[in-house]
């Protein structure tokens, strides 16, 4: 009997084997990758997918992990082409795999293509309706994203991110239904409300000037609050009625930049003819900032600020001519934004950048923590600009416990991980390191921290 089912077992796995022989391998090189993903490790978990799928070229589970790792460290042309395998093998989620591609690239049309068409797939994918709204709104379509709004809010009417963002929408079409959406939210949510724009903004002709000019404000309360889409629809809105409001046209070419747009006519729109405003300055150096030109971006601050010396306008030129690379000329203009307003944690912030991320006038920079500390402690900036210049004074445990600090305060900032591996690195302990820098990889995957510990895991032995 025993010999039997020996012989019985045997069988079945000969059987198995012949069936797929290297299948046990694969799954060892699965379950390492999964750890590895799961602990943030993109780049370990992407060599051992790939050792699996030398095992199992067919597998459509496989390719869903290989897109996925890859579109994760930002890798999009090897991402789409492995998602394009995955759906031709059967994987059911490779549509959001691809729709993710197009949003990375901006590509608002096919993002809002297949993010739609995945969306009445899984109408439960709140990310999914987010997605298919954003590019709705980047390219201008108000009624669609509306639509995939609404789709969401029919199955889940309590949601209170889906009723703020469609009175957000909502605001410059119809105020009335906006407050009706707004008002029974939560603080701060609800504070919206408050700004919405008078129905008599809407008309072609609203007599009286203080209505009318709410919509301009509820126009610029979006901008503030970063609601690019909204924001671009409320500008357009007004400027329909007021099409020679200079500030309001380049306010609109930074939001279709923010949108991934050529916002470049009007922004020359508005700087056309003779007296142009400080802010259409403002606007433009923004927008150059955001698409690289730094040094062209400070001269528009520093032309806004000779005509209005706003600390605001001495901010943004010292944080342009860091980013230029002039460290005197930002150091100046930092320093003299920090004498009109001491308290503001974020001038500090850029000075601690200035002086600590260029590794130049290390007591001054420990001076700029100490203020951040200080101003904003519930911030986990202090901490770890704090951190690194104990490191680069060579305190290597001081740096460990105020980096790790800053780390439990924000556990998705990807600097402070990049940080903290360098600081283990220095320390001999290169295991903790790589997974740090690992971390930092995935979670940057297109920046400037995801590029250097890039650079720093490949130093390590």
């Known amino acids: ?76 042309e090897e ?17 959001r795999g691809l729709a993710e591609i197009a949003t990375q690239r901006g590509d608002w049309a096919q993002a809002r293509r297949l993010w739609s068409a995945w969306a009445r797939r899984a109408p439960d994918d709140r990310e999914a309706i987010a997605r298919w709204a954003e590019a709705a709104l980047a390219l201008g379509e108000a009624e669609e994203a509306q639509e995939a709004w609404a789709t969401w809010r029919a199955r889940h009417p309590e949601d209170p991110q889906a009723r703020f963002r469609l009175g957000l929408l909502l605001g410059a079409r119809d105020p009335e239904a906006a407050r009706a959406l707004l008002r029974p939210l939560p603080s701060p949510l609800q504070d919206w409300a408050d700004l919405l724009p008078d129905p008599c903004a809407l008309h072609a002709r609203c007599s009286d000037e203080a209505r009318d000019r709410t919509l301009r404000r509820w126009a610029f309360a979006l901008l503030g609050g970063r609601h690019w889409g909204e924001a671009r629809l409320a500008l357009a809105r007004w400027l329909d009625g007021h099409p020679d409001d200079r500030i309001a046209q380049a306010a609109l070419g930074y939001a279709l930049g923010r949108l991934g747009q050529d916002g470049t006519p009007w922004l020359r729109r508005a700087g056309e003819g003779p007296s142009v405003p400080p802010e259409v300055h403002y606007f433009w150096g923004l927008y150059l900032l955001e698409h690289g030109h730094y040094g062209e971006a400070e001269e528009r601050f520093a032309t806004a600020y000779q005509q209005d010396p706003s600390p605001l306008y001495a901010f943004e030129r010292g944080r342009a001519a860091m980013l230029a690379g002039d460290l005197l000329t930002a150091e100046r203009w930092l320093r003299q934004a920090a004498e009109a307003e001491r308290e503001n944690p974020e001038i500090w912030i850029t000075l601690a950048a200035l002086y600590l991320g260029h590794q130049v006038w290390l007591g001054k920079g420990i001076e700029a923590a100490r203020e951040i500390l200080r101003q904003a402690p519930q911030r986990p900036e202090g901490y770890e600009w704090l951190g690194w210049a104990r490191y680069l004074q060579g305190e290597w445990a001081e740096a460990e416990r105020l980096l790790r600090q800053a780390l439990r305060m924000d556990p998705q900032r990807p600097s402070v991980r990049y940080r903290l591996g360098v600081v283990l690195a220095a320390q001999g302990r290169r295991d903790e390191a790589r997974r740090l820098l690992e971390q930092a990889i995935l979670l940057d995957p297109l920046g400037d921290f995801g590029r250097r510990a ?8």
């Open 79 to 95: 991402a789409e082409a492995a998602w394009r395998r995955a759906r031709q093998q059967g994987d059911p989620e490779a549509l």
């Open 454 to 461: 890039f650079q720093v895991l490949h130093r390590l032995p």
């Open 1 to 76: 009997m025993r010999r039997w089912l020996l012989l019985s077992g045997l069988g079945v796995l000969t059987l198995l084997l012949g069936l797929d022989p290297w299948g046990g391998l694969a799954a060892r090189w699965i379950r390492e990758g999964d750890a590895r993903w799961a602990d943030g490790q993109g780049l370990s978990a992407q060599r051992a997918y790939r050792a699996a799928l030398a095992l199992r070229p067919a597998d459509p589970a496989l390719w869903h992990r290989i897109a996925r790792t890859h579109a994760a460290l930002g890798e999009l």
